[in-house]
């Protein structure tokens, strides 16, 4: 039991490093779309480098960030039932949505954006607007990336899923 803790953990810490480096790039789109304001609307200048470097890195925030979101519960539930549950059948829907859901949505999207990444790294696509961003291939390897992330985050909830179920680990322990 504490060999899958300690897995659980580390996966947790590869989230929590990758989701604090995300929280910079955050820091930096918030700057590139200032900046594109205040050229578009005081200069009445834009730059299509910078418009496609907004949604580059807001594609980015959104891929790497969605395993990091998962680790801290930070992706929408409106379901009103599971809040209601207690731990434990907390952890059996965590247990049962991880098998069911997440690992075969991740499993589908990393399978599928494969050949679309190696397509676009053989011909190391860019941008096709003049002045636009010449490593596209970059951002679009993010996609498989991301949903590993997202999978392995997957690993580490079904593991404390059931720690919590076997009564191994107490449901606060589970955020450490």
Not at 54 to 66: C, D, P, S, V
Not at 90 to 102: E, H, K, P
């Amino acid at each position: 039991m504490h060999a899958l803790k300690r897995l659980a953990n580390g996966i947790d810490k590869i989230n929590e490093y990758v989701g604090r480096f995300v929280s910079w790039i955050t820091t930096l789109l918030v700057v590139v779309v200032f900046a594109d304001v205040v050229m578009r609307y005081l200069f009445n200048m834009s730059f299509v480098f910078t418009q496609e470097l907004e949604w580059h890195l807001f594609g980015f925030i959104f891929l790497m960030g969605a395993g990091y979101t998962l680790l801290h519960n930070g992706h929408v539930r409106v379901d009103i039932i599971y809040q209601r549950l207690g731990p434990k059948a907390q952890a059996w829907i965590n247990l049962f949505g991880t098998i069911f859901f997440l690992f075969p949505g991740c499993f589908l999207i990393v399978v599928t954006s494969l050949g679309f990444v190696e397509s676009s790294f053989a011909v190391l696509e860019g941008s096709p607007d003049p002045g636009g961003i010449p490593l596209r291939f970059i951002l679009k390897s993010c996609i498989p990336a991301g949903f590993i992330l997202v999978w392995l985050q997957g690993v580490s909830l079904l593991i404390n899923s059931i720690l919590i179920i076997g009564g191994h680990l107490e449901p606060e322990e589970e955020a450490a």
